[in-house]
C-alpha cells in the first residue's frame, strides 16, 4: 500500500440501547459493516440490561451497549445508517475520541 493509498482510522465510542432479544445480533452486524470498511470492533465495553425511564419505539427495557470501534471516519455515515435502520436498535450515540464538533459541548465529536 502507496503512502497516498494509506487510510487514517479514528477511534470512536458507540453507545446503544438494543432490543434485548436482538442485541447480539446487531453487534455482529456492526462488526460486520465496520469489516467491510477496513475498520474493526477493539473491544465490547459494557453489556447490561437495563429498565428504561421512557418507552423507546414501544419497549421499557433494552440492553445498554458500549463498543469501542476504530474506522476511517468517512464510514462513520454508513454505520449510523445501518444502525438508524435496524429495527434492534432503539437509541444510539456515536461519539468520536478527541476533537471537537458542531453542536457538541465536550472534547468528543458528536454524530
Excluded at 440492553?63 to 444502525?83: A, G, H, M, S
Excluded at 450515540?93 to 464538533?101: H, P, S, V
Amino acid at each position: 500500500m502507496s503512502q497516498e493509498e494509506k487510510i487514517e482510522l479514528s477511534t470512536y465510542e458507540l453507545a446503544l440501547i438494543a432490543k434485548l432479544e436482538e442485541y447480539e445480533e446487531l453487534i455482529n452486524l456492526i462488526d460486520k459493516e465496520l469489516n467491510a470498511n477496513g475498520g474493526e470492533i477493539i473491544t465490547v465495553i459494557s453489556k447490561e440490561l437495563r429498565n428504561l425511564e421512557y418507552k423507546l419505539k414501544g419497549y421499557t427495557e433494552g440492553v445498554f451497549v458500549r463498543i469501542e470501534f476504530i474506522t476511517d471516519p468517512q464510514n462513520i455515515k454508513v454505520v449510523n445508517r445501518t444502525l438508524t435502520l435496524s429495527e434492534a436498535s432503539l437509541w444510539h450515540k456515536i461519539i468520536r475520541k478527541g476533537g471537537l464538533a458542531f453542536g457538541c459541548k465536550s472534547s468528543y465529536q458528536c454524530y
